[in-house]
C-alpha cells in the first residue's frame, strides 16, 4: 500500500517523503498506519543495511532526516498511543564530558527508528538526567562517556539511577567502553556503534 | 651518476600553504572560536584586537601571527639527531602477553610497558590507564611509574598528558618539580571551535605558575570537520591559531605553543563503521600536507604514522604502519607516534611497538646515506677472487659485514628448515619472547632520593579528599 514511501526514506528522499505522506494523509489513510507501514517500515530496511554495512553513515542520516520531515506532519495527527508506540528514550553524555558524536547518531538513528529521545546535551549532571527520565517515564536512558575519567564515573551513575528509578533500562557507549566493563558496571546493555544501539533499545525496550 | 638523496615529490606545495594560511587567518578573525570560561574571557576583554560576543571570540591577525612567532620549541637533545618513536598513550584495552586476550590494563602493565619503551628508547606519554587504581591516582600513578622507569617519558615536547583537574595539577606540578622533570599543560580543542571547559578551567588555575602550555586540537573530516581532508586540515590550522593565540594572551608568563604530537591534525572517518581511522591512504597524505605545514610554522614534526586501524599486530598493521613511516621518513619526519597502539588508539600492545621500533630501524637503514667511493666498490676484491671462489672468508668480508648490513632484532631471515628447527613461531609469539625479555633485562630506575620524594607526595595525594572529590562529577552532590 505504501511502497514508495519506505523507497523515498531509503533513498533520503526528503521532499519525496514528505509528499508522498501528505499525498496519503489526503488520501485518508490512518496517520498510524502511514507511520508503521510507510516511514518506520523504510527505516527498518536502512537499519538493517547499515548493520550490514550496506549502508553508510551519511545515507543513513539523510533517511532519518527525511523520516523526521515526514514525521513532522503525522505526529500532530497520532493517537498517543501511537505516537510513543517505539518508547522514550533519555540520552546524554555524562558530566565531565564533552564528547558527542557517537550521541549524537544514536539520537538520531534512534529517531529514525520511531522513539521519542530527549536529547539533554553533554556535561550533564546525574540529576538532571534522572529527574527527566522519572518526568517522562522514559524506558531507556542512554549515557555516552569518552574519556576514561568520565568513563568511570558512569558506575556510580548507574547506582543513583537504580536508586532513584526503576524499572528504566540502562545502555551505554563509548569509545573506551567494551561490554565487559558495561556488565561490570551494571549496564542492561552496551552498543558499539549506532546501529547496534538501536537494536539493543528494541531489545532493552521491549518494543 | 652518483646516488643521490632520497626525494618524495607531492603534498602542499608554498603556494598552497601561503593560501591556507591566508584563510586560516581570515577565520580566526572573522569566525572566531567558543571559549567558555568567563575569567579567561574577561582576561582576552583586555587586549586590542580581540572582538568578544557572549563566548565566541575572534582574534586579529596580527595577534595570530605574533602568537606564531613567540612559540618556541624546545626538542630535547636526543630529539635533534635521532629518530624518535613517540609511544602511544593512555589506551584502557590491552593485550595480555600470555593470554594474547584483550584485558582492562593494571599497575603492573603499567610498569613493565614503561619499561620496555624505555627500553626502546621511547619518550610521549604514559602507555596504559591502570584501571585497578582508584580514578583519582591514574594520573598520578602514570606520571609516577613514567618518572620512576625511563628516561624520557612525560618529561619532553612529545608528551601530552591530561591533567584533568586543578588539584590533580598540582600535585603532578609537585612531582615533576621532586623528579626534575618537565611539566607542562595542555588544553584540547573540541571541534567545531570550541574548548573543553574543564581544560580552560586547569588552564585559568596555573595561568601564574610560568607553566609552558599547548593547544590541541583533532576535528574529524565529514564530523567535526568537513568533508574533504584538505578542509578538515584548514579548520585544524584556524583552530589551532586560536587556541594558540588566547593561551599567549592569557598565559604570559609561560612559553606557549602548537603540540607536535597533533600538530594540524585531521582525520579521516570512515562512514561504513562510523568511526576514526588511522592508517588509511587519506590519513597518510595527511602526513605529507601536516609536514608542509609544520615546515611552514617552524614546528617540529611528528609522523602520527604508528597507528593502525588493524586490531591485532598482523599483516595489516605492519603495512599500514610501514608504509605510512616510509612515506613520512621520504618527506623528512624523524619522528613518529603512537608506538604501540591498535584499533585507532583502543588498543595498546607491546607486541606491536616491538614491532614499531623494528619498521623504524628498517626505514632507518633504508635512507641511511650510503658512501660512494673505491673503497666500497671493492674492484680489487672482484679482480682477486677467481672463478669458482668464494668471497666468504675474505678479510674484507669479515671486516665489513656488520657494518653493510643491518641486523634485524625481530624480522626473521632464517630460511624454512632453520624457522621450523627454532619452534616455527608465528611473528606474535615471537615478539612477545622479545618483549618479555626486554622488559626483564632493562635496568634503568630513577635515583633513590626522587623516588622517595615522589612516594611522599602519592601517600599525601592518596589521603588528600579535596584531590578525590575533584573526580566526583556525579556522585550525589
Known amino acids: ?207 | 651518476m652518483f646516488i643521490k638523496d632520497f626525494t618524495l615529490h607531492g603534498g602542499l606545495d608554498k603556494g598552497q600553504v601561503d593560501i591556507m594560511n591566508e584563510k586560516a587567518l581570515y577565520l580566526v578573525e572573522n569566525v572566531g572560536v567558543n571559549i567558555p570560561h568567563e575569567g579567561i574571557v574577561n582576561l582576552l576583554s583586555d587586549y586590542e584586537g580581540v572582538k568578544i560576543e557572549k563566548n565566541m571570540v575572534k582574534f586579529r591577525s596580527d595577534l595570530v601571527q605574533k602568537a606564531l612567532e613567540d612559540a618556541h620549541y624546545d626538542l630535547p637533545d636526543y630529539g635533534k639527531d635521532r629518530w624518535i618513536i613517540d609511544a602511544g598513550a593512555h589506551q584502557t584495552s590491552y593485550y595480555d602477553l600470555d593470554t594474547h586476550k584483550l584485558r582492562a590494563p593494571t599497575i603492573k602493565d603499567l610498569i613493565d610497558l614503561t619499561i620496555l619503551g624505555d627500553a626502546l628508547d621511547a619518550v610521549g606519554s604514559a602507555p596504559v590507564v591502570p584501571l585497578d587504581v582508584p580514578i583519582h591516582l591514574q594520573i598520578l600513578s602514570m606520571h609516577k611509574i613514567s618518572y620512576e622507569y625511563s628516561r624520557f617519558r612525560c618529561n619532553d615536547i612529545y608528551e601530552h598528558m591530561d591533567k584533568p583537574t586543578p588539584e590533580c595539577a598540582d600535585y603532578l606540578y609537585e612531582m615533576a618539580q621532586a623528579a626534575g622533570k618537565r611539566f607542562t599543560f595542555g588544553i584540547w580543542m573540541i571541534s567545531p571551535r570550541s574548548f573543553d571547559k574543564n581544560g580552560l578551567k586547569v588552564a585559568y588555575h596555573l595561568l601564574d605558575k610560568g607553566v609552558p602550555m599547548w593547544i590541541s586540537t583533532m576535528p574529524v573530516a565529514g564530523v567535526s570537520g568537513p568533508i574533504t581532508m584538505l578542509s578538515t586540515l584548514l579548520q585544524s590550522m584556524f583552530e589551532h591559531m586560536a587556541g594558540l593565540t588566547m593561551l599567549n594572551l592569557i598565559n604570559t608568563k609561560g612559553n606557549n605553543y602548537i603540540a607536535p604530537d597533533d600538530a594540524f591534525e585531521a582525520d579521516p572517518f570512515d562512514m561504513k563503521f562510523s568511526t576514526f581511522v588511522y592508517g588509511s591512504a587519506e590519513y597518510t597524505r595527511a602526513t605529507l600536507h601536516k609536514i608542509s605545514l609544520c615546515d611552514y610554522y617552524n614546528i617540529p614534526v611528528i609522523a602520527k604514522s604508528l597507528n593502525t586501524a588493524a586490531k591485532e599486530p598482523d599483516a595489516q598493521a605492519s603495512f599500514e604502519n610501514g608504509v605510512h613511516t616510509l612515506i613520512a621518513g621520504l618527506a623528512g619526519a624523524r619522528a613518529f607516534r603512537t608506538g604501540g597502539l591498535l584499533s585507532c588508539a583502543e588498543i595498546y600492545s607491546a607486541e606491536m611497538l616491538v614491532i614499531n621500533y623494528e619498521i623504524i630501524e628498517y626505514i632507518k637503514n633504508i635512507l641511511k646515506k650510503e658512501e660512494f667511493n673505491d673503497r666500497r666498490l671493492m674492484l680489487d676484491e672482484i679482480a682477486e677472487v677467481g672463478p669458482g671462489q668464494s668471497f666468504i672468508g675474505r678479510r674484507s668480508t669479515f671486516e665489513n659485514f656488520r657494518k653493510e648490513y643491518w641486523e634485524p632484532e625481530l624480522f626473521n631471515h632464517s630460511n624454512l628448515g632453520q624457522w621450523q628447527e627454532m619452534g616455527s613461531k608465528s611473528a606474535w609469539q615471537y615478539t612477545t619472547e622479545l618483549v618479555k625479555k626486554k622488559i626483564k633485562e632493562h635496568e634503568y630506575r630513577i635515583d633513590d632520593e626522587a623516588r622517595k620524594e615522589l612516594d611522599r607526595i602519592y601517600e599525601k595525594a592518596k589521603k588528600d579528599k579535596k584531590l578525590e572529590d575533584s573526580f566526583k562529577f556525579n556522585r550525589g552532590k
Open chain 1, 1 to 207: 500500500m505504501f511502497d514508495e514511501l519506505p523507497e523515498s526514506i531509503i533513498r533520503g528522499d526528503e521532499e519525496e517523503a514528505k509528499s508522498l505522506t501528505q499525498k496519503y494523509l489526503d488520501d485518508g489513510k490512518e496517520p498510524g498506519d502511514i507511520l508503521q507501514n510507510g516511514l518506520i517500515a523504510g527505516m527498518d530496511v536502512v537499519g538493517q543495511r547499515f548493520k550490514i554495512y550496506e549502508m553508510y553513515l551519511p545515507e543513513v542520516i539523510m533517511s532519518a532526516t527525511a523520516m523526521k520531515s515526514a514525521m513532522g506532519l503525522l505526529k500532530p495527527l497520532l493517537l498517543k498511543t501511537e505516537r510513543s508506540a517505539a518508547g522514550m528514550v533519555i540520552m546524554a553524555t555524562i558530566e565531565g564530558d564533552v564528547h558527542d558524536i557517537g550521541k549524537n547518531l544514536v539520537t538520531m538513528m534512534l529517531e529514525g527508528a520511531g522513539y521519542d529521545i530527549i536529547d539533554l546535551g553533554v556535561d550533564v549532571q546525574i540529576e538532571k538526567i534522572i529527574e527527566t527520565a522519572e518526568k517522562e517515564k522514559a524506558d531507556v536512558i542512554g549515557l555516552s562517556a569518552l574519556l576514561t575519567t568520565t568513563m568511570l564515573a558512569l558506575e556510580p551513575s548507574i547506582e543513583m539511577i537504580r536508586k532513584k528509578i526503576s524499572p528504566v533500562k540502562i545502555m551505554v557507549g563509548g569509545s573506551p567502553l567494551t561490554q565487559e566493563f558495561a556488565d561490570k558496571i551494571g549496564a542492561d546493555g552496551f552498543a558499539p556503534d549506532a546501529m547496534r544501539a538501536v537494536n539493543l533499545t528494541r531489545r532493552l525496550a521491549g518494543k
